[in-house]
């Protein structure tokens, strides 16, 4: 995450992808290979929220969808926006499929250059472009989906984000103005013409590009939706969490009829393994109940870019907002006073200070990578505490200092600054353990709200730490002094662009905790976790 390159230079183009931009999810077997497969493009609005109904063939009675988040607006302050979209009473709302003659729609804007709202096409170009076949129900198809685009109407309530003024504004606009079809007989292209609001997004860089080919491998709609929407917001983070309600219902646009956890997994499940196996992913998980199911999901490729201060960025459900869990999926920036803080410095900082402290490099990467400014001001705070506690040569990190901040910041909500308090049947809040001391990240199990449970937990993290100590003993007693030696100048040379940056003591404490990390790894002393299953 504190890699986000940059091809652009002025304005709006730092800030978000544009036309040369690379697509994030972009599977290794394609990576570098663009004649091999068709790049499209995605407008950020419409990846955000869904469009269509999920079935090829929607419900005439259903005239309407509805959808809604919340986001942090320019000043700071919750900002409920609401995605409303109404069909043409004659043909309905859009379907499935026409998503996948907007992105082809798409496609031919960006092969012109997005220079003009009114695109000329023929048909079997765009039928080719679709991978449909060329026979005479296609074109019916392909003319009824242009009718739908063409009929439908979206009013965005404090959500349509402008990326040339960095505000979500309301408005009610749609996606296609006007089109012409021509048949083969008639010597005069077709032609389409882009909403003027919908084209003057494209125009300021709020595009980026989508994979096409990818897109119409994907088996199912859920599948396609959930691509579109990931691959936004992995553009600029490799982790979200996002409660299970809020990803099916608003952002991906699973029925409503679906009211339990169970069943929305069931929806969402079957997709997020296709995108597993397919390379976007590297991992998902469910963690809570009920309502407060949330979803964790990881990319397998590093974010392109860094989050800009005010970008469009989706919190989590309001019904979280309401608990006063100020971390959030996609947080943006926050303003700290009077301060901007940028999420990638603030992402570089913490790494920095870890390193400093004697976290290995590959360590501090894997404990930020994705985190949202609320988890990162958390780390920062354990980290001046974990200071206080070496000043005071403190007998809670004698053992293993090292071990006792990884332990901390891994799981930052979790683990109990000087006068905080744990609360008492809060699962839904962001969990703390006792002072000085980690729990378990998992749902709590019954036994372990118990102060019995707590109890066994703290005594294998002392344990764990006391085990750490003695196998380094071990480890430092049967190595060379030629190989530690060897070490030492490896993890010195690591760590050499910090040596400017911090005190020529504070260097040679992270240098010696760094050889230490490195020995137990290759003697492999496994991390907590671990450890407990193997003892198990």
Avoid: C
């Amino acid at each position: 995450m504190v890699n986000g390159s940059s091809d652009n230079t002025q304005g709006i183009e730092q800030d978000l992808p544009h036309l040369h931009d690379v697509p994030l999810a972009l599977p290794a077997s394609h990576a570098g290979s663009s004649s091999a497969h068709k790049l499209s493009r995605d407008e950020m609005n419409l990846a955000e929220f869904p469009l269509t109904v999920l079935s090829k063939r929607a419900d005439p009675s259903v005239k309407t969808l509805e959808f809604s988040d919340y986001v942090k607006g320019k000043n700071g302050d919750l900002i409920n926006r609401q995605w409303i979209i109404t069909g043409a009473d004659k043909f309905g709302l859009p379907t499935s499929s026409d998503d996948e003659v907007l992105l082809g729609l798409l496609k031919l804007t960006a092969d012109e250059g997005v220079q003009s709202r009114k695109i000329h096409f023929t048909r079997y170009e765009l039928l080719r472009i679709l991978r449909w076949t060329t026979e005479g129900r296609s074109y019916t198809r392909l003319q009824n989906a242009l009718d739908r685009l063409s009929g439908v109407r979206i009013k965005a309530t404090n959500a349509f984000y402008d990326n040339e003024t960095k505000l979500h504004s309301t408005r009610n606009f749609g996606i296609i103005d006007a089109y012409e079809i021509n048949d083969g007989r008639d010597t005069r292209p077709s032609f389409f013409t882009w909403s003027e609001v919908l084209f003057k997004s494209f125009q300021v860089g709020f595009i980026k590009k989508l994979d096409l080919d990818f897109y119409l491998d994907l088996e199912s709609a859920v599948s396609k939706r959930l691509y579109r929407y990931l691959d936004k917001h992995f553009w600029y983070r490799s982790r979200i969490q996002v409660n299970l309600f809020t990803l099916a219902h608003e952002k991906i646009g699973v029925s409503r009829n679906y009211v339990y956890a169970s069943s929305l997994r069931q929806q969402l499940e079957p997709a997020l393994e296709e995108l597993k196996q397919k390379g976007i992913i590297s991992d998902f998980e469910f963690t809570g109940k009920g309502k407060s199911t949330e979803v964790t999901i990881l990319a397998v490729h590093a974010p392109k870019k860094t989050l800009p201060a005010n970008a469009d960025v989706p919190t989590r459900s309001g019904e979280q907002l309401r608990r006063g869990v100020s971390e959030q999926s996609g947080v943006n920036s926050e303003r700290h006073g009077e301060a901007h803080t940028n999420l990638a410095d603030s992402v570089r900082t913490v790494q920095q200070s870890l390193v400093e402290r004697g976290l290995a490099e590959k360590q501090a990467f894997r404990l930020t990578a994705g985190q949202g400014s609320a988890t990162l001001e958390r780390m920062q705070s354990i980290i001046s505490y974990f200071d206080s506690l070496v000043q005071q040569q403190s007998p809670l990190i004698r053992k293993s200092p090292t071990g006792f901040l990884y332990r901390a910041v891994e799981k930052p909500f979790q683990f109990v600054l000087p006068g905080e308090r744990r609360s008492r049947g809060a699962a839904t809040e962001a969990p703390r353990g006792s002072q000085g001391t980690v729990e378990a990240s998992r749902s709590p199990q019954p036994e372990k709200a118990s102060g019995e449970g707590r109890g066994h937990k703290i005594h294998l993290e002392v344990e764990y730490l006391t085990a750490r100590a003695d196998k380094l003993q071990e480890v430092m007693a049967q190595t060379h002094s030629d190989e530690r030696e060897r070490l030492r100048l490896d993890v010195e040379q690591a760590l050499s662009r910090l040596r400017s940056h911090i005190s020529p003591q504070r260097f040679v404490e992270a240098v010696q905790h760094g050889v230490e990390q490195r020995l137990l790894d290759a003697n492999g002393f496994p991390e907590f976790e671990l450890w407990v299953q193997k003892r198990a």
